[in-house]
């Protein structure tokens, strides 16, 4: 028979329906699947069909017309033999979840026909089967006739909107942690639980987890004198002497106060979150501990005797100590008395840290705040040389550092001056920037393995005109040189350089050079194109190309995507354009397209904006040709010539119709077939 089936060569009721066994899985009662078998009976051109078919199977809601139902089963090859055929289909469950009524549509064709299937006309019922094929879909409140009985395994209700009615009287082993609300009766209480609103006495030793008094009651010890409060054992207690009340730590121990935190078993610790006020030691020591204030403040009203009084007789202690730990002071002094002293030291003075003069809040080792009239300056001064800060106006203030000699007054000799309003002289006292340098300036001390850099920061403006930044060269009524950074539009830098023209009196300097953040650098140009672009005439003596072997130049060709290597001839309709070589001994011959085998132009010969277009075609130099060897073997040292193959090269043998035909001599033998030839371009 034929490969293909034509449809009327299959009877359109030759199909007999079985359904031997309908797989239980549309069944949910005893998790069974959804497949089944399918038996029938196939005629090919009146006659029991014997071969592989390819069969598709679908599912109808109507008898004839109606719309697909579920997915269709494709199968393929299936295997019949005088007529007979079986097979396994399954639809899934969905089809068959609402209970509508299904038929059974199929198509048939040759095994790998291209054809469309045969549709057999008359589409078979899907009757219904044993099983209860929608069991698992059942939605709804079933009948209170369906649920009777008593359950052998348990029921699990976790929905919290179940809710049974009745007074419970059958209910056992009920816990009592459940019971979210009512009142129990007293009577139903144990003898040792305390009740509500009732007033509670405890005799003997008794042991609390917690105990809260809640007002207005009050918890009262008596009018016996006595430690009330054992807080463990007896060594640790309140309790109350005549007019005395006592606290009692046991021996070695110290007294703690603490502000927040929670309980810590280790020694003096306030706890995760706690800070400790003030401590008291065995020894007597009471600590105190200022967080955001003075530690300790004393005052008196008596003119004879001090606030805090403090005297060590050891000789080797302090009389008075002071610690803060917060932005207060440690030890403070002040005397509304400008005849007075706040402070008064006969003796050495140590500070381990920072000391402030007319600040609060010093910065460094020694902070001297002069903005105020009560602080005119600092001096620090000997015969060598000196620093010393000075008023300039009310809110501009001079640093001076300067040399001298014993035989000089102070101010002689410049060497540094910092300015109020920022700027920095360095052997000049009128600074006329930021940092002016009147001498010479080195970066480095020029031993190996250093690396020092000079950073001219510019503002975060990209495209912005003004966000360049110049390092410039100025000479006296000469003009100057420039050196200008800048960004570009997004995170590109440029660099650039700028010179004068030599007008006299002029200083405008113009860019010479332009370096792109790429790399791509540009002489007489802002956007040059490649690593070296020169807008103009260029003079060299020797220039050595190192990236290609080719001098090409762009021509449009009239073939789109004609491959590198090809051979390409003038083409006569259009002036100026080639086209593809296809016949022997052209004498059209241009050149070769550049670019085959990794080979590309070493010298590329354009005009922008006339003569840029199309592909590089090799007009001198070496370059891979597409050759092909079946007018004979190409040897190096060949002349080559169009063959009758678009595009490729051949040996020439006929000298005479080789005449302006030659495209060059090949540098690369081929013996046989087609394939890539060096070739010396040298039009003949």
């Given at each position: 028979?034929?490969?293909?089936?034509?449809?009327?060569?299959?009877?359109?009721?030759?199909?007999?329906?079985?359904?031997?066994?309908?797989?239980?899985?549309?069944?949910?009662?005893?998790?069974?699947?959804?497949?089944?078998?399918?038996?029938?009976?196939?005629?090919?051109?009146?006659?029991?069909?014997?071969?592989?078919?390819?069969?598709?199977?679908?599912?109808?809601?109507?008898?004839?017309?109606?719309?697909?139902?579920?997915?269709?089963?494709?199968?393929?090859?299936?295997?019949?033999?005088?007529?007979?055929?079986?097979?396994?289909?399954?639809?899934?469950?969905?089809?068959f979840?609402?209970?509508?009524?299904?038929?059974?549509?199929?198509?048939?064709?040759?095994?790998?026909?291209?054809?469309?299937?045969?549709?057999?006309?008359?589409?078979?019922?899907?009757?219904?089967?044993?099983?209860?094929?929608?069991?698992?879909?059942?939605?709804?409140?079933?009948?209170?006739?369906?649920?009777?009985?008593?359950?052998?395994?348990a029921?699990?209700?976790?929905?919290?909107?179940?809710?049974?009615?009745?007074?419970?009287?059958?209910?056992?082993?009920?816990?009592?942690?459940?019971?979210?609300?009512?009142?129990l009766?007293?009577?139903?209480?144990?003898?040792?639980?305390?009740?509500?609103?009732?007033?509670?006495?405890?005799?003997g030793?008794?042991s609390f987890?917690?105990?809260?008094?809640?007002?207005?009651?009050?918890?009262?010890f008596?009018?016996?004198?006595?430690?009330?409060?054992?807080?463990?054992?007896?060594?640790?207690?309140?309790?109350?002497?005549?007019?005395?009340?006592?606290?009692?730590?046991?021996?070695?121990?110290?007294f703690?106060?603490?502000?927040?935190?929670?309980?810590?078993?280790?020694?003096?610790?306030?706890g995760?979150?706690?800070?400790?006020?003030?401590?008291l030691?065995?020894?007597?020591?009471?600590?105190?501990?200022?967080t955001?204030?003075?530690?300790?403040?004393?005052?008196?009203?008596?003119?004879?005797?001090?606030?805090?009084?403090?005297?060590?007789?050891?000789?080797?202690?302090?009389?008075?100590?002071?610690?803060?730990?917060?932005?207060?002071?440690?030890?403070?002094?002040?005397?509304?008395?400008?005849?007075?002293?706040?402070?008064?030291?006969?003796?050495?003075?140590?500070?381990?840290?920072?000391?402030?003069?007319?600040?609060?809040?010093?910065?460094?080792?020694?902070?001297?705040?002069?903005?105020?009239?009560?602080f005119?300056?600092?001096?620090?001064?000997?015969?060598?040389?000196?620093l010393?800060?000075?008023?300039?106006?009310?809110?501009?203030?001079?640093?001076?550092?300067?040399?001298?000699?014993?035989?000089?007054?102070?101010?002689?000799?410049?060497?540094?001056?910092?300015?109020?309003?920022?700027?920095?002289?360095?052997?000049?006292?009128?600074?006329?920037?930021?940092?002016?340098?009147?001498?010479?300036?080195?970066?480095?001390?020029?031993?190996?393995?250093?690396?020092?850099?000079?950073?001219?920061?510019?503002p975060?403006?990209?495209?912005?005109?003004?966000?360049?930044?110049?390092?410039?060269?100025?000479?006296?009524?000469?003009?100057?040189?420039?050196?200008?950074?800048?960004?570009?539009?997004?995170?590109d830098?440029?660099?650039?350089?700028?010179?004068t023209?030599?007008?006299?009196?002029?200083?405008?300097?113009?860019?010479?050079?332009?370096?792109?953040?790429?790399?791509?650098?540009?002489?007489?140009?802002?956007?040059?194109?490649?690593?070296?672009?020169?807008?103009?005439?260029?003079?060299?003596?020797?220039?050595t190309?190192?990236?290609?072997?080719?001098?090409?130049?762009?021509?449009?060709?009239?073939?789109?995507?004609?491959?590198?290597?090809?051979?390409?001839?003038?083409?006569?309709?259009?002036?100026?354009?080639?086209?593809?070589?296809?016949?022997?001994y052209?004498?059209?011959?241009?050149?070769?397209?550049?670019?085959?085998?990794?080979?590309?132009?070493?010298i590329s010969?354009?005009?922008?904006?006339?003569?840029?277009?199309?592909?590089?075609?090799?007009?001198?130099?070496?370059?891979?040709?597409?050759?092909?060897?079946?007018?004979?073997?190409?040897?190096?040292?060949?002349?080559?010539?169009?063959?009758?193959?678009?595009?490729?090269?051949?040996?020439?043998?006929?000298?005479?119709?080789?005449?302006?035909?030659?495209?060059?001599?090949?540098?690369?033998?081929?013996?046989?077939?087609?394939?890539?030839?060096?070739?010396?371009?040298?039009?003949?």
């Amino acid at each position: 028979m034929k490969t293909e089936l034509i449809p009327r060569g299959i009877s359109r009721a030759a199909v007999l329906l079985v359904l031997s066994t309908l797989n239980p899985e549309f069944s949910t009662l005893f998790a069974q699947g959804t497949m089944f078998r399918y038996q029938g009976q196939l005629n090919d051109g009146g006659l029991p069909a014997t071969g592989n078919y390819d069969f598709q199977f679908y599912l109808r809601d109507a008898v004839t017309g109606g719309n697909p139902v579920g997915t269709t089963n494709i199968l393929a090859p299936v295997g019949v033999t005088n007529g007979l055929f079986a097979l396994t289909l399954d639809f899934g469950n969905s089809p068959f979840s609402a209970g509508a009524p299904r038929w059974l549509e199929v198509g048939v064709r040759t095994n790998g026909s291209v054809a469309n299937h045969a549709v057999l006309v008359t589409r078979q019922a899907l009757l219904p089967t044993p099983y209860a094929l929608t069991a698992s879909n059942l939605t709804g409140t079933l009948p209170a006739g369906q649920l009777s009985g008593v359950y052998s395994s348990a029921v699990t209700l976790n929905n919290s909107a179940n809710s049974f009615t009745g007074n419970g009287g059958a209910l056992t082993g009920l816990n009592a942690s459940s019971i979210s609300s009512g009142t129990l009766a007293d009577a139903r209480l144990s003898a040792n639980v305390a009740l509500l609103d009732h007033t509670q006495t405890f005799t003997g030793n008794n042991s609390f987890g917690n105990v809260n008094v809640n007002a207005p009651s009050t918890l009262s010890f008596g009018a016996t004198t006595r430690q009330m409060l054992n807080l463990w054992g007896t060594q640790y207690g309140i309790g109350v002497q005549p007019f005395t009340h006592y606290f009692r730590a046991d021996v070695g121990a110290s007294f703690a106060w603490y502000d927040g935190g929670v309980h810590s078993d280790f020694f003096l610790s306030p706890g995760p979150g706690g800070t400790r006020l003030m401590t008291l030691n065995p020894n007597g020591l009471l600590t105190v501990f200022g967080t955001s204030g003075n530690g300790v403040e004393g005052y008196s009203t008596n003119t004879t005797t001090s606030g805090v009084y403090g005297q060590n007789l050891s000789g080797a202690g302090y009389g008075v100590a002071g610690r803060a730990a917060g932005i207060g002071q440690a030890v403070f002094g002040d005397n509304a008395n400008g005849d007075g002293w706040a402070g008064y030291f006969n003796g050495r003075l140590f500070a381990a840290t920072k000391i402030g003069i007319g600040t609060t809040a010093p910065t460094g080792t020694l902070d001297l705040d002069t903005s105020t009239a009560t602080f005119s300056g600092l001096t620090v001064d000997d015969i060598f040389g000196g620093l010393r800060t000075t008023a300039q106006s009310a809110n501009s203030y001079f640093l001076r550092a300067r040399t001298k000699s014993s035989a000089l007054p102070f101010d002689l000799l410049p060497v540094l001056l910092v300015r109020g309003d920022g700027r920095v002289g360095v052997g000049t006292e009128n600074p006329l920037a930021k940092l002016d340098v009147q001498g010479d300036v080195t970066v480095g001390t020029g031993f190996n393995n250093e690396n020092h850099k000079l950073t001219i920061r510019g503002p975060n403006s990209p495209s912005d005109g003004n966000s360049y930044q110049d390092l410039s060269y100025e000479f006296t009524s000469a003009g100057s040189a420039r050196v200008r950074a800048y960004r570009g539009s997004s995170w590109d830098t440029y660099l650039e350089f700028l010179t004068t023209d030599g007008s006299a009196g002029s200083d405008n300097p113009q860019v010479r050079m332009h370096i792109t953040g790429n790399g791509n650098i540009g002489v007489g140009t802002y956007s040059p194109q490649a690593k070296l672009d020169v807008a103009g005439e260029t003079r060299t003596c020797v220039l050595t190309i190192t990236g290609g072997c080719d001098l090409a130049e762009p021509f449009p060709l009239k073939e789109q995507n004609i491959p590198k290597g090809s051979l390409v001839i003038i083409d006569e309709e259009n002036a100026g354009q080639l086209q593809l070589a296809t016949q022997a001994y052209d004498t059209r011959v241009a050149g070769i397209v550049s670019g085959a085998n990794g080979i590309n132009p070493g010298i590329s010969l354009r005009q922008e904006g006339l003569a840029d277009g199309g592909q590089n075609v090799a007009l001198s130099g070496r370059v891979y040709a597409l050759a092909d060897a079946t007018n004979g073997s190409i040897k190096p040292g060949d002349l080559l010539t169009s063959s009758s193959t678009p595009g490729h090269v051949m040996k020439v043998t006929d000298h005479t119709r080789a005449q302006g035909a030659i495209v060059g001599k090949a540098m690369s033998g081929l013996k046989q077939g087609k394939g890539l030839v060096l070739v010396l371009v040298t039009l003949q």
